[in-house]
């Protein structure tokens, strides 16, 4: 089965979900929730991310992640959002034009310090309204840093409000009759969602999370909530840091007052198809939310685990987005939110040709192994022939003194040794014609190849089969069943067939009348029959055709008159 795993990294937290299974049934087999020990002020950075790194790192070891499946979830207080209409709807194209389209609504940015992404909310055939996350580099480089430091790569990253939609969106809470807002509060910031017929209509954050009171110097960005909230706000956002448990407990109190207020301006301001009916929380739990109601709307915690899913008991709130992360890393959700693209556009692209590369590489070692072994085993095949044609001359042309191998030399070769020595002695210069001696050489021993030749007695000419030899063959035949057949030939004799074709063999074609007596007819028959199996079954008889046969007058055998028997006698040893 799959594996994989989201991870959340906040300013103080961190959370981790390990899934095994199939986007639509899987199964949580780890989990881990756990605090850094940042500094006062909650930023994590200088020496602070080395001790975060080892904290982050020792609970992963402990629970053995899928290393090459990770999805990462960074704080949504670093992100704003932007809707935009675009005149078109190809994907490709806003791609490469969502960036400088969005740019001058992003005054608080450079906008090549930041990474875009965008979810298309509408469409019809001329344009589309598209809602546009823009989140700064710098701060998503911190938290990736930290995530390689403690010995993951995260194959992809999100924002906490992409992963809470893509877990609610696999539980059964969300429909295409009703509406919902989704809620994550996290240390310093609350991702909210609208969610309206099972489709997305709005994602915001408000600046304001559970731990606000002691997270000193974490200004919001450049437009926080400015007409929403205002500067009320981003005021608490940089408020000093205090530890007083009384001055605690109130500040806590009013972050959730605040939260409360802009959930019910959220819902009063959003267009929704069909109205809201409940609002799920997850993240950290805060007092006066869940069990409540919010401009007489019931607030929920969002529980988006199967039973017996393998998730806490209590405290699973807290798991949703890094399980929403986990989830998609497994193919599943809604939302493919990628603010990793501009990273990995480039190992992408190499990404997609890498392995087809590879393959060729293979099969090109392949073939040219294969065609060195064959190519190496024909040379070393021929190098031996060329060896032992060499060995053969040499002792044919200048003899064979081994010991054990007396070889004379051929009294026809002399003029090979005359040649040799008018070579030595200079009188072949390298300014003669010395490959028209060397032709003469070649044809004077092919002269002497050929005399030796007609010595030995190959004229080079074969000799027409014998009718003869033919003839006995048959004969023996009957001569080595004279205890089982009384034959008497009558005459006996004999063509040869010359053929002119090469593929067709030569033949003689023997011609026999006989007589075959025995007790009487039927007797006489059966042995003529076994006579031509018998003939049949003989390896250089190539056709033998039955003869009619005529009784007796005193019924004592029969009588064949021109028995044609084709025999081949280059088959008498096959």
């Given at each position: ?33 756990g ?15 080395h001790?975060?790194?080892?904290t ?18 960074i704080d ?12 078109f709807?190809?994907?490709?194209k ?54 390689e430091?403690a010995g ?5 990253a999100?924002i ?52 606000t ?7 919001a ?13 981003a005021a ?13 407990a ?140 060499t ?11 081994t ?6 030399k ?31 050489l ?25 009718v ?12 080595s ?42 007797a ?7 006579f ?43």
């Open positions: 089965m799959a594996r994989s795993c989201g991870l959340r990294i906040g300013p103080r937290r961190f959370e981790f979900v390990i899934l095994d299974g199939s986007p639509k049934k899987h199964r949580i087999i780890g989990y881990h929730a605090d850094f020990d940042a500094d006062s002020d909650g930023q994590i950075s200088g020496g602070e991310i001790s975060a790194a080892k982050l790192g020792q609970a992963l070891q402990a629970h053995a992640i899928p290393a090459d499946n990770v999805g990462l979830v949504s207080a670093q992100a704003a959002f932007r809707r935009m209409t675009l005149p709807t190809d994907r490709a806003i791609e490469q034009v969502i960036k400088f389209e969005v740019e001058s609504q992003l005054p608080q940015w450079n906008i090549d310090d930041v990474i875009v992404d965008f979810h298309v909310l509408t469409e019809n055939e001329d344009s589309c309204e598209v809602l546009v996350t823009a989140v700064p580099k710098e701060g998503m480089q911190g938290t990736i840093e930290l995530a430091k993951v790569e995260p194959l992809e999100e906490e409000a992409t992963a809470m939609i893509n877990a609610a969106m696999g539980a059964d809470i969300c429909h295409l009759d009703d509406a919902q807002v989704l809620v994550h509060i996290g240390e310093r910031s609350t991702s909210v969602a609208v969610i309206d017929a099972g489709e997305l209509r709005e994602m915001r954050v408000i600046h304001i999370g559970a731990l009171h002691e997270v000193a110097g974490a200004p960005p450049a437009d926080a909530e400015v007409g929403v909230d205002g500067d009320e706000v608490e956002a940089s408020t000093p840091a205090v530890k007083d448990p009384v001055e605690t109130r500040r806590t109190e009013q972050a959730i007052k605040r939260i409360r207020r802009e959930l019910g301006r959220t819902m009063s301001a959003v267009r929704t198809i069909h109205p809201i009916d409940a609002v799920y929380v997850c993240g950290m739990e805060l007092p006066g939310l869940v069990g409540e109601t919010i401009l007489d709307t019931p607030v929920y915690l969002l529980d988006c685990f199967d039973e017996d899913g393998g998730q806490p008991a209590d405290g699973y709130g807290q798991l949703v987005v890094a399980y929403g992360s986990a989830l998609r890393q497994l193919g599943g959700g809604v939302l493919s939110p990628s603010l990793r693209r501009e990273e990995l556009r480039y190992s992408g692209t190499w990404e997609r040709v890498e392995y087809p590369l590879c393959v060729a590489a293979m099969l090109l070692f392949f073939v040219l192994f294969f065609s060195w072994f064959i190519l190496g085993n024909e040379q070393k095949h021929l190098n031996e022939n060329v060896a032992w044609w060995k053969s001359l040499n002792k044919h042309l200048i003899g064979d003194v010991p054990g191998f007396l070889y004379p051929s009294e026809d070769t002399k003029f090979v040794e005359e040649f040799k020595a008018k070579y030595e002695n200079g009188d072949y210069q390298l300014s003669d014609d010395l490959m028209a001696n060397l032709k003469g070649e044809s004077q021993l092919g002269d002497a190849v050929i005399a030796l030749s007609d010595q030995a007695g190959n004229s080079g000419q074969s000799m027409p089969q014998s003869f030899q033919a003839a006995n063959l048959v004969l023996g035949l009957i001569e069943h004279k205890d089982d057949w009384r034959v008497s030939i009558r005459r006996i004799g004999g063509t040869y067939q010359h053929s002119r074709q090469q593929n067709k063999p030569s033949t003689v074609k023997i011609t026999l009348d006989a007589v075959f007596l025995d007790k009487g007819v039927i006489a028959t059966n042995d003529y029959e076994d031509n199996r018998e003939l049949a079954d003989m390896p250089w008889v190539v056709e033998i055709q039955t003869k009619n046969s005529e009784e007796l007058s005193d019924g004592s055998g029969i009588s064949v008159v021109g028995i044609p028997i084709t025999i081949n006698l280059d088959l008498i040893n096959s």
